[in-house]
């Protein structure tokens, strides 16, 4: 059974850093891509970066390029997002999930497990 448990979310103000890690079981997580994407109230929810199996390629929103790095270690089954330089247009809920393939894509839809999520707020 699938498991993603995201977990390094909290206040921050703005110019901070967070580092979001999650952590997966049940499949073999070193065969398959991870994504991040973000949910903020009253908003859809948003791809925010994608790491290959490998963690050789890696994807960003064009918002957050620059700000967030991820990366993962397929040793520990983690995934990581180092945030930088946030902003209040960063506070969301922030998933991780599962690529149904070795490749990220920003498409939800190629996506098929899911974390429970993480609040991440900017604020002063």
């Known amino acids: 059974q699938v498991h993603l448990v995201e977990s390094g979310g909290g206040l921050v103000q703005p110019g901070g850093s967070l580092r979001l890690s999650c952590s997966a079981s049940g499949y073999i997580f070193s065969n398959y891509a991870m994504g991040w994407f973000r949910q903020a109230p009253g908003k859809e929810r948003e791809f925010v970066a994608g790491i290959h199996w490998n963690g050789v390629t890696t994807n960003y929103v064009e918002s957050v390029k620059g700000r967030f790095t991820v990366s993962r270690n397929n040793a520990k089954a983690t995934v990581f997002l180092q945030m930088n330089s946030l902003e209040p247009e960063d506070t969301a809920v922030y998933y991780c999930?599962?690529?149904?393939?070795?490749?990220?894509?920003?498409?939800?839809?190629?996506?098929?497990?899911w974390g429970q999520g993480t609040q991440v707020t900017v604020s002063s």
């Open positions: 999930a599962k690529g149904r393939k070795w490749r990220d894509s920003s498409d939800s839809q190629t996506y098929d497990y």
